[in-house]
């Protein structure tokens, strides 16, 4: 049966929006639950032309003290593969599982799938009660070993299996999926694994990937993530496991919306022309995107949209935006709509005037995204040169842009600097190594989906790695396994 819900306290900054003005956002509106915002990067333009703006469309959870949340249904997938047997993989991978059950609250579910040759379930779905502390996840975790390959398509089917029952009862469903290898047992395309991510999606199921080490395949861990709307981490060492999995279930018990989407409808004259950094669907004079879940954070779309000339001093009703989420608590779908609005000028000090630099930086951070993913398919093909080129031109573009990027320009010089150097190592070595490829995919899908990291220097904290001989719950090895596992 559906939990008694628990409020949980939220430290959730929130700034009062102002009147509408052409500076400021065009349109701010909050449910209970979410505060809706529309605005463009220039909302002042010039007169006398065709003009384009980058228009962001955001959403953040409310201000409130408390709220109520719905109860969660988490299936931790692990890998115990014998590639898990090196450099303290499997007593991080321990670590990291106990860590997520600390998150959850005694009313939440729980289940603990492992995989190798095959996957086993060694605790069934089941209320977390005492988390971490718990004897039968303790015991289940503490006993784990590394042996065998990676079926790892059967280990998330497992996990999904174990949350099924749940989702009719108002649980919501995540899958944290952990792998420090290549599956090489089922299927194991990007492809099959996309697919899995979208058929767990319709079924309203979100998972979490992290990829260990430099063995596993970051395409599929990413494509399977992205597909359910889901995070995705890469851990370059074992010691930053614990941070990663406290992290997700982090995002887990702070969810606030689900399945959010926007539809702009351009209007007198402007259209959509794409989506940066997300994917989207143009139809016409309308464009959706979505966004998937919404956690203690802000998230957002950006959308450049074309602009029709206009006399100085006119005001254009550009576009009309829908935003639509379900409510993780209720169930209910719920709608806004928001105006974006432009004013014209015939003074080009009004555009600089009124540009607002936080917009100006996020696109350009989205775009370094797309800029990222470029650069790594043409390294793919061999055109290591080309994608130097292209990173080259991008530094030259974000050291331009850091002046109008107000408090991002630090950011800006940052990415400029990153960029700078990954075109001199492509020249140097004429390939990405696997550690850049990995770094580079992972940081455009973090850019893109605004996904919170983890905290920096998390890969050199930490409890020291262990061998698996050293383990001081090896005694309760030999401990019988309880019932209900």
Same mark, same amino acid.
Request: with cysteine; net charge negative.
């Given at each position: 049966m559906f939990r008694t819900m628990k409020c949980i306290m939220l430290g959730i900054a929130f700034v009062c929006l102002g009147a509408l003005a052409p500076a400021g956002p065009a349109f701010s509106d909050s449910t209970d639950r979410v505060v809706f915002e529309v605005g463009a990067d220039t909302p002042v333009v010039g007169s006398g032309a065709v003009r384009r703006v980058i228009? #962001?469309?955001?959403?953040?959870?409310? #201000?409130?003290?408390? %709220?109520?949340?719905?109860?969660?249904?988490?299936?931790?997938?692990?890998?115990?593969? *014998?590639? !898990?047997?090196?450099? *303290?993989? !499997?007593?991080?991978?321990? #670590?990291?599982?106990?860590?997520?059950?600390?998150?959850?609250?005694?009313?939440?579910?729980?289940?603990?799938?492992? %995989?190798?040759?095959?996957?086993?379930?060694?605790?069934?779905? #089941?209320?977390? *009660?005492?988390?971490?502390?718990?004897?039968?996840?303790?015991?289940?975790?503490?006993r784990l070993r590394p042996g065998g390959m990676t079926a790892l398509y059967d280990g998330v089917v497992a996990g999904a299996r174990q949350l099924a029952p749940f989702v009719a009862e108002g649980y919501i469903p995540r899958i944290v999926l952990l792998s420090d290898g290549i599956a090489n047992i089922g299927p194991s395309t990007t492809e099959e694994l996309a697919r899995l991510g979208r058929d767990l999606a319709r079924r309203e199921m979100t998972i979490t990937t992290i990829g260990l080490g430099l063995d596993y395949h970051e395409d599929l861990m990413t494509a399977l993530a992205s597909e359910s709307g889901g995070n995705a981490y890469f851990a370059r060492t074992s010691r930053m496991l614990p941070e990663i999995f406290s992290r997700d279930m982090e995002d887990a018990v702070t969810l606030t919306a689900r399945k959010v989407r926007f539809l702009l409808r351009g209007l007198d004259g402007a259209r959509p022309v794409r989506i940066i950094g997300r994917s989207g669907r143009l139809s016409g004079n309308s464009l959706e995107v979505s966004i998937d879940n919404l956690y203690g954070t802000e998230k957002y779309a950006l959308i450049e949209l074309e602009i029709p000339e206009g006399e100085p001093g006119a005001l254009l009703e550009a576009a009309e935006i829908v935003l639509e989420y379900t409510d993780p608590v209720s169930g209910e779908i719920v709608r806004q709509k928001a105006p974006l609005q432009i004013s014209f000028t015939g003074e080009e000090s009004e555009v600089e005037k009124n540009r607002r630099p936080e917009i100006v930086s996020q696109a350009a951070i989205a775009r370094n995204a797309e800029i990222r993913e470029e650069a790594v398919r043409l390294a793919d093909e061999g055109k290591a040169r080309e994608a130097a080129q292209m990173l080259g031109q991008r530094t030259k573009e974000l050291r331009m842009l850091a002046p109008a990027a107000g408090a991002a320009a630090p950011a800006m010089e940052k990415e400029s600097g990153y960029f700078e150097d990954l075109a001199e190592s492509l020249l140097s070595t004429g390939s990405l190594s696997n550690t850049e490829r990995k770094e580079v995919l992972n940081e455009a899908y973090m850019q893109k989906t605004q996904q919170a990291p983890v905290k920096k220097g998390s890969d050199d904290t930490g409890s020291k790695d262990q061998d698996e001989d050293g383990s001081e719950e090896e005694q309760a090895d030999d401990e019988e396994e309880e019932d209900d596992q």
């Amino acid at each position: 049966m559906f939990r008694t819900m628990k409020c949980i306290m939220l430290g959730i900054a929130f700034v009062c929006l102002g009147a509408l003005a052409p500076a400021g956002p065009a349109f701010s509106d909050s449910t209970d639950r979410v505060v809706f915002e529309v605005g463009a990067d220039t909302p002042v333009v010039g007169s006398g032309a065709v003009r384009r703006v980058i228009v #962001r469309v955001l959403v953040r959870p409310e #201000r409130r003290s408390e %709220y109520v949340r719905a109860p969660l249904a988490v299936a931790l997938v692990l890998d115990k593969s *014998g590639s !898990m047997a090196s450099d *303290g993989k !499997m007593e991080n991978a321990k #670590r990291g599982a106990l860590e997520a059950l600390k998150m959850l609250d005694p009313d939440d579910v729980a289940a603990i799938v492992i %995989y190798d040759d095959r996957a086993s379930v060694l605790v069934k779905a #089941r209320p977390v *009660g005492r988390g971490a502390e718990e004897p039968v996840f303790l015991r289940a975790v503490s006993r784990l070993r590394p042996g065998g390959m990676t079926a790892l398509y059967d280990g998330v089917v497992a996990g999904a299996r174990q949350l099924a029952p749940f989702v009719a009862e108002g649980y919501i469903p995540r899958i944290v999926l952990l792998s420090d290898g290549i599956a090489n047992i089922g299927p194991s395309t990007t492809e099959e694994l996309a697919r899995l991510g979208r058929d767990l999606a319709r079924r309203e199921m979100t998972i979490t990937t992290i990829g260990l080490g430099l063995d596993y395949h970051e395409d599929l861990m990413t494509a399977l993530a992205s597909e359910s709307g889901g995070n995705a981490y890469f851990a370059r060492t074992s010691r930053m496991l614990p941070e990663i999995f406290s992290r997700d279930m982090e995002d887990a018990v702070t969810l606030t919306a689900r399945k959010v989407r926007f539809l702009l409808r351009g209007l007198d004259g402007a259209r959509p022309v794409r989506i940066i950094g997300r994917s989207g669907r143009l139809s016409g004079n309308s464009l959706e995107v979505s966004i998937d879940n919404l956690y203690g954070t802000e998230k957002y779309a950006l959308i450049e949209l074309e602009i029709p000339e206009g006399e100085p001093g006119a005001l254009l009703e550009a576009a009309e935006i829908v935003l639509e989420y379900t409510d993780p608590v209720s169930g209910e779908i719920v709608r806004q709509k928001a105006p974006l609005q432009i004013s014209f000028t015939g003074e080009e000090s009004e555009v600089e005037k009124n540009r607002r630099p936080e917009i100006v930086s996020q696109a350009a951070i989205a775009r370094n995204a797309e800029i990222r993913e470029e650069a790594v398919r043409l390294a793919d093909e061999g055109k290591a040169r080309e994608a130097a080129q292209m990173l080259g031109q991008r530094t030259k573009e974000l050291r331009m842009l850091a002046p109008a990027a107000g408090a991002a320009a630090p950011a800006m010089e940052k990415e400029s600097g990153y960029f700078e150097d990954l075109a001199e190592s492509l020249l140097s070595t004429g390939s990405l190594s696997n550690t850049e490829r990995k770094e580079v995919l992972n940081e455009a899908y973090m850019q893109k989906t605004q996904q919170a990291p983890v905290k920096k220097g998390s890969d050199d904290t930490g409890s020291k790695d262990q061998d698996e001989d050293g383990s001081e719950e090896e005694q309760a090895d030999d401990e019988e396994e309880e019932d209900d596992q």
